[in-house]
């Protein structure tokens, strides 16, 4: 693919890469916060108490006592919820920016303008989703939506940073690219298992491995592991669900695991034989480097840093396939 057109040299090129580091930077940062229960750190959105910051003066702790009773001011928990916003807001100005350059030289041609369009509308819908995280007491629908975003955000910056390198390339069938959306798919719908383990704080119901609380296959129930009800509850914060609803999503998201894992080796070995060895080399790399620190979360109780990698490399292996795609598909010009 070395002959293939590039455009390195565009105001696009240059702001999607920075979108694409930022977006990263914003996920890892969600799930810092995320795993930290920093989540209502802050009562209000889009401020923090009212203000624009976490409080800090005397003035202004007794200004969020007042108007905010029930959630004393904790600055270990605000500052991460408040890091969170800014870089995410940082990241919906640069998405609103590609927008509009895209639209300004649309005759140039430079960059897909409804995937531009469709960003900026996603980004959008993320700003509601995180007021709606704290306005709802971390419902877990909205926490597993918030966190999705994040990732359907990033993935669809790196293909527009991508299109606008290569200046807008016409894909095109191969054998790869089609096993290599299959392998998206998958990976997606794990993903989604994931945030719905976390947003349920089901991640270390089971400390055993491979078992689960001593089975291989525990007392399970399907009805109350996936119900989305928010009757009688108001505050979402440790989870409201009982142990076997808990040890079902966690199972399921073991399970999940195994089918990704094993479609992912398919995959792996037909790069190796289709020639695509550094594509498989890598994938086989983040694979293991995935599957390695989900183990190490369930025996190691999970570990602040091994969670927060564990969702950053998850978002790896995504964006690794979603290139995959994109390269699979492209012509030799």
């Known amino acids: 693919m070395d002959n293939l057109l590039t455009n390195k040299t565009s105001l696009s090129y240059k702001l999607s890469l920075i979108a694409v580091v930022l977006a990263f930077t914003v996920v890892l940062l969600g799930a810092y916060t995320r795993l930290v229960d920093a989540g209502l750190g802050c009562p209000d959105w889009p401020g923090c108490y009212g203000f624009l910051s976490v409080p800090d003066e005397q003035h202004e702790i007794d200004a969020a006592a007042e108007a905010f009773p029930h959630a004393p001011v904790e600055s270990e928990k605000a500052w991460p919820e408040m890091i969170h916003r800014y870089f995410a807001g940082s990241l919906g100005l640069l998405v609103g920016a590609l ?86 798919v998958i990976v997606f719908l794990q993903i989604m298992l994931g945030g719905w383990t976390s947003a349920n704080y089901a991640a270390i119901i089971c400390t055993d491995f491979p078992t689960c609380q001593g089975n291989l296959v525990p007392p399970l129930d399907f009805s109350g592991a996936f119900t989305v009800s928010t009757e009688g509850v108001n505050n979402y914060l440790g989870g409201h669900l009982d142990n076997d609803a808990r040890v079902t999503i966690h199972w399921m998201h073991r399970l999940g695991a195994l089918i990704t894992t094993i479609y992912l080796t398919f995959l792996i070995f037909q790069l190796f034989i289709a020639g695509w060895k550094r594509s498989a080399m890598w994938i086989s790399l983040v694979l293991i480097v995935q599957v390695s620190l989900g183990i190490s979360n369930v025996v190691l109780s999970l570990p602040l840093p091994v969670a927060v990698a564990h969702n950053g490399v998850a978002v790896l292996l995504l964006m690794s396939l979603a290139t995959l795609v994109h390269y699979s598909g492209l012509k030799k010009q």
Do not use: C
Request: no cysteine; glycine share 10%.
């Open 99 to 184: 927008a509009i350059i895209g639209f300004i030289n649309r005759k140039k041609k430079e960059q897909p303008l409804m995937l531009s369009y469709a960003l900026l509308g996603i980004i959008i819908f993320q700003a509601a989703l995180g007021m709606w995280t704290v306005t709802m007491g971390l419902l877990p629908i909205i926490v597993m939506g918030h966190l999705l975003g994040g990732f359907i955000t990033l993935t669809l910056l790196l293909i527009l940073f991508l299109n606008i390198r290569h200046n807008n390339p016409v894909a095109w069938a191969s054998p790869i690219r089609t096993l290599a959306l299959i392998g998206v």
